[in-house]
């Protein structure tokens, strides 16, 4: 027969472990957008311990509404063997353009992630960095409802080697530090530079080119390099989110060789 008490149990025992193993990790990624889930995939696969925490109740972050709500989304073809090495289909649309249907995409990119180690947590919000001798040492969490709701209720916090910024257009875990510490980021002022506006030829290869340790021990990928940096955006063409993901994986992997 089964028992409602061992099913609460069972769910309670398991999260709780998941999330203890989490306390303290190699790489904790915010936000579960293309950019985040391709970045912990590949470092995942590579046997790092990685953890990413998803504000919202799915993740998947921008990717799931293609263009405009049309669930289509375009990938260019610099970036087609990302989108195979997660088994995900596309279509060639000519002039080395390829779409991809953006549910297929979305739900690929969060399977390959889970299946290659990423513990993903959703309806976590990531409300600060844990700040010391200079560098960015771990993130402060509390529940997405605590935080939307305005509860007055302290969060708890973990350690993590690399910390990569994938929250999307806001880059909001740059913007907290920036603004908490009134540190200098790595960018040519100095400063949070803040988006563009529309430009996908140039915004695809700023994604790219602006994913990059911004602060030690804490990098920056997708939109939120291009916020961060001072690129434009480009809408719904995700070769340059893709790109971003593994770029920042090589640069951790790189600098957790040295350590
Ligand atoms: O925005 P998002 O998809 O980030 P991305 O990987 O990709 C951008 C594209 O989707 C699109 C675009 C491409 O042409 O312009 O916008 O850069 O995903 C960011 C995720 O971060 C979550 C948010 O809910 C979203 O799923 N997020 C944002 N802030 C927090 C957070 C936070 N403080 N804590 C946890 N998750």
New binding site residues.
């Given amino acids: 027969m089964i028992n409602d008490i061992k099913i609460s149990k069972h769910i309670i025992d398991r999260y709780f472990n998941k999330l203890s193993s989490t306390l303290d990790i190699d790489i904790a990624i915010?936000?579960?957008?293309?950019?985040?889930?391709?970045a912990g995939y590949y470092l995942a696969k590579d046997g790092y311990k990685v953890s990413l925490?998803?504000?919202?109740l799915a993740?998947?972050?921008?990717?799931w509404g293609g263009g405009m709500m049309f669930n289509e989304i375009v990938v260019q073809k610099k970036a087609i063997h990302i989108l195979e090495d997660f088994g995900i289909g596309s279509r060639d649309m000519k002039e080395g353009y390829f779409t991809a249907d953006s549910v297929e995409a979305t739900s690929a990119l969060i399977n390959g992630a889970v299946k290659a180690g990423v513990n993903i947590f959703n309806l976590?919000?990531?409300?600060d960095v844990v700040l010391k001798d200079n560098a960015v040492k771990g993130l402060v969490l509390n529940w997405?409802p605590v935080e939307y709701m305005g509860l007055h209720v302290d969060p708890l916090t973990i350690q993590a080697k690399k910390i990569i910024d994938?929250?999307?257009?806001?880059a909001?875990?740059t913007n907290?530090l920036v603004k908490k510490a009134g540190i200098n980021l790595n960018t040519p002022s100095g400063k949070f530079e803040g988006e563009k506006p529309m430009n996908a030829a140039k915004?695809e290869e700023e994604?790219v080119k602006n994913t990059s340790e911004v602060f030690t021990n804490f990098y920056v990928?997708?939109?939120?390099?291009n916020g961060v940096y001072g690129g434009f955006?480009?809408?719904?063409?995700?070769g340059?989110?893709l790109l971003?993901?593994y770029k920042v994986y090589t640069l951790i992997k790189e600098a957790l060789s040295k350590e």
């Fill in positions: 915010v936000g579960a957008g293309p950019s985040g889930l391709v925490f998803e504000t919202k993740p998947g972050g921008g990717m976590i919000k990531v409300v997405t994938a929250t999307g257009h806001p909001e875990i907290t915004g994604t990928s997708g939109m939120a390099a955006r480009m809408g719904p063409i995700f340059g989110m971003s993901g």
